[in-house]
C-alpha cells in the first residue's frame, strides 16, 4: 500500500467505516470531518487533521477536502461514484484496497474513537439532517457565509453540542 500522510489516513477510516451506509455522501463526510475536528478540539485543545473549515449554506466545509481526495485517488485507494437520490446527485467513496489494510499507524487510540464516534452519531442521517444539525452548532452559527470557522468558538457550544466534561 503506498504510504498515506495523517489526513489521508483519517479519510482512508472514514470511507471504510461509512462507506456502506447508504446515507453516506459528500456532505455527510463533510459533517463526520467537522465534528470529529472540531470535537477533538474541544476535548484537547488540538483538532485531528487540522483542516480550516469554511461556513458554506450547507454546514462547514473542509478547505483541503478535494486535494485529500484526489490525492487518494491518484494513490488508487479510492474511488469516487454519483448516483441520484431524490432529484440530487449523491457523490460517494469507497475504499478500492480491503478495510483491514487501511493503515491508521498516525492516529491516536482517542483520534479513531473520535472518528468512529462521529461516524456512528451521524451517519443514520440524511445530508439535509447533518446539514441543518452542523449550522445549530455554535462555530458555525457564529461564523459569517464564506469565513473561516475559528476553532475557539467550540468553548461557547450548548449543552447539546458540547463533548467538553468540563461543562457545567
Do not use: W
Amino acid at each position: 500500500m503506498p504510504q498515506t500522510s495523517k489526513d489521508e489516513q483519517v479519510y482512508l477510516h472514514i470511507i471504510g467505516n461509512a462507506q456502506d451506509e447508504q446515507n453516506f455522501g459528500k456532505t455527510l463526510f463533510y459533517k463526520i470531518l467537522y465534528f470529529s475536528d472540531f470535537d477533538y478540539y474541544e476535548k484537547n485543545n488540538k483538532p485531528i487533521t487540522g483542516d480550516k473549515y469554511r461556513h458554506i449554506t450547507h454546514g462547514p466545509a473542509p478547505t483541503h477536502f478535494d486535494n485529500i481526495v484526489e490525492q487518494l485517488k491518484r494513490k488508487g485507494l479510492i474511488k469516487e461514484t454519483h448516483r441520484t437520490v431524490a432529484d440530487k446527485t449523491q457523490v460517494r467513496y469507497h475504499l478500492c484496497i480491503p478495510n483491514e489494510q487501511v493503515d491508521s499507524t498516525l492516529l491516536s487510540k482517542e483520534e479513531l474513537n473520535e472518528l468512529n464516534r462521529n461516524i456512528r452519531r451521524l451517519s443514520g442521517m440524511t445530508a439535509a439532517q447533518a446539514s441543518a444539525y452542523s449550522n445549530q452548532d455554535m462555530p458555525v452559527k457564529a461564523t459569517p457565509d464564506r469565513e473561516i470557522i475559528d476553532y475557539d468558538l467550540v468553548h461557547y457550544r450548548n449543552a447539546i453540542f458540547s463533548v467538553s466534561e468540563n461543562k457545567n
